[in-house]
T-cell receptor, first 114, second 111 residues
């Protein structure tokens, strides 16, 4: 079974530029999560989707961050414009409808904002 | 909101010794407590979890204990091996399917 796929794996941009991350969850996993992991810290939830509906986006900085999961499968997370403090690893995770406790993580996208 | 504190931040043990990592949490509504292992540059992977109706769970060399009254839970690794070296994160689930993670413990197993 293929795991959660994320791309790109690494991204270096200058501040004020836009950036987008893509996630493909495990087949059949209807719940999708985006986390941000700062250096030396645990992951922090940004947004959670149940199918195509964002059910928890309370931690998403909506002035510059946006996310979508139009068909309830793949998802994109966008930052526009990026700031220096956005440098982090952005992790995507997914879980099965019948076992939403167990979250499977992707390899992450490491973002560096210069 | 939920606050999870994890100790120690770094732990160095000799191969074959035991390692213990402890987490405390604040929200009494939390009822699910997973532990994730993250090797350098890799994805977090679930290694063991426990639910609030159980006090202890064991899987080979790994065990987790939970004290709901005191609001703390611990990861125990026995007979440590060099491949156990990684960052370990505890987490709690205060509501829905939101996980709140601790800051992580860097475990180094010296051979």
């Amino acid at each position: 079974e293929a795991g959660v796929v994320q791309s790109p794996r690494y991204k270096i941009i200058e501040k004020k530029q836009p950036v987008a991350f893509w996630c493909n969850p495990i087949s059949g996993h209807n719940t999708l999560y985006w986390y941000r992991q700062n250096l030396g810290q645990g992951p922090e939830l940004l947004i959670r989707y149940e199918n195509e509906e964002a059910v928890d986006d309370s931690q998403l900085p909506k002035d510059r961050f946006s996310a979508e999961r139009l068909k309830g499968v793949d998802s994109t997370l966008k930052i526009q414009p990026a700031e220096l403090g956005d440098s982090a690893v952005y992790l995507c995770a997914s879980s099965l409808p019948e076992n939403q406790e167990t979250q499977y993580f992707g390899p992450g996208t490491r973002l560096l904002v210069l | 909101g939920e606050n999870v504190e994890q100790h120690p931040s770094t732990l160095s043990v000799q191969e074959g010794d035991s390692a213990v990592i402890k987490c405390t949490y604040s929200d009494s509504a939390s009822n699910y407590f997973p532990w994730y292992k993250q090797e350098l540059g890799k994805r977090p992977q679930l290694i063991i979890d426990i639910r609030s109706n159980v006090g202890e769970k064991k899987d080979q060399r790994i065990a987790v204990t939970l004290n709901k009254t005191a609001k703390h839970f611990s990861l125990h690794i026995t007979e440590t091996q060099p491949e156990d070296s990684a960052v370990y994160f505890c987490a709690t689930r205060p509501y829905g399917n939101k996980l709140v993670f601790g800051a992580g413990t860097i475990l180094r197993v010296k051979s």
